[in-house]
């Protein structure tokens, strides 16, 4: 696959990015060996390789799922201008 000066003009349009008439040429090259080397990793035969998203291998650490209420109700509203039953107080807004 090989991209045309219209194809640069038309992909710097759709980024928003202006090019001058001078410009369009090493674009086209440099696209052009964008393309020639991802269709090259196409030719890598990957069958046997399990997918990583990490150089090295780790395991994420996990904590049990436990649903809880949190036993911190008293702490979450000490700094409330108004509280009830461990609840927040706000105004009233529809009438």
């Known amino acids: 696959m090989s991209v045309d000066a219209q194809t640069v003009?038309?992909?710097?349009h759709l980024a928003r990015i202006a090019v001058s008439e001078e410009e369009?040429?090493?674009?086209?090259?440099e696209l052009n060996?964008?393309?020639a080397f991802v269709?090259?990793?196409?030719?890598?035969?990957?069958?046997?390789?399990?997918p990583m998203t990490s150089v090295?291998?780790?395991a994420m650490k996990k904590?049990?799922?436990?649903v809880t209420d949190g036993e911190r109700a008293a702490d979450v509203v000490a700094n409330a201008p108004e509280t009830e039953d461990?609840?927040?107080l706000v105004p009233k807004v529809i009438e």
Request: no cysteine.
């Open 9 to 12: 003009r038309r992909i710097a």
């Open 56 to 58: 090295t291998p780790m």
């Open 24 to 29: 369009v040429a090493p674009l086209q090259g």
């Open 63 to 66: 904590r049990e799922d436990v």
């Open 86 to 88: 461990n609840y927040f």
């Open 39 to 50: 269709e090259q990793l196409g030719a890598v035969d990957v069958s046997g390789v399990e």
């Open 33 to 35: 060996a964008i393309l």
